[in-house]
Nanobody
């Protein structure tokens, strides 16, 4: 059974940085990974995705240039480096795993989800 465990969330101020981590276990190889977020009263939205090799990444326009997704396959971990955080980045952040190595930028088509980690950016 696949298990995804996120960590690294917290309360920060505008302009601060955070790095989220997501450790995967119980999966088969290869797999793509993604980060999504959901703010109160809103639908879950795409943030960033990365394919198995790390050679393909994609970002939501709202985070492009501020967030960086990366992965370490030796540790079965994907990261989301978030810089220049804004209050509108406040949300629960979820990581997702997609078997086969590829990625999609919709919340549909992912095989497993983590429990989420809260990120709160104060103004």
């Amino acid at each position: 059974q696949v298990q995804l465990v996120e960590s690294g969330g917290g309360l920060v101020q505008t302009g601060d940085s955070l790095r989220l981590s997501c450790a995967a276990s119980g999966h088969s190889f290869p797999y793509g990974m993604g980060w999504f977020r959901q703010a109160p009263g809103k639908e879950r939205e795409f943030v960033a995705v990365i394919n198995w090799s790390g050679g393909i990444t994609s970002y939501a326009d709202s985070v492009k240039g501020r967030f960086t997704i990366s992965r370490d396959n030796t540790k079965n971990t994907v990261y989301l480096q978030m810089n220049s955080l804004k209050p509108e980045d406040t949300a629960v952040y979820y990581c997702a795993l997609r078997s086969g190595g590829g990625v999609v930028t919709t919340s549909v088509g992912w095989d497993s989800w983590g429990q989420g980690t809260q990120v709160t950016v104060s103004s």
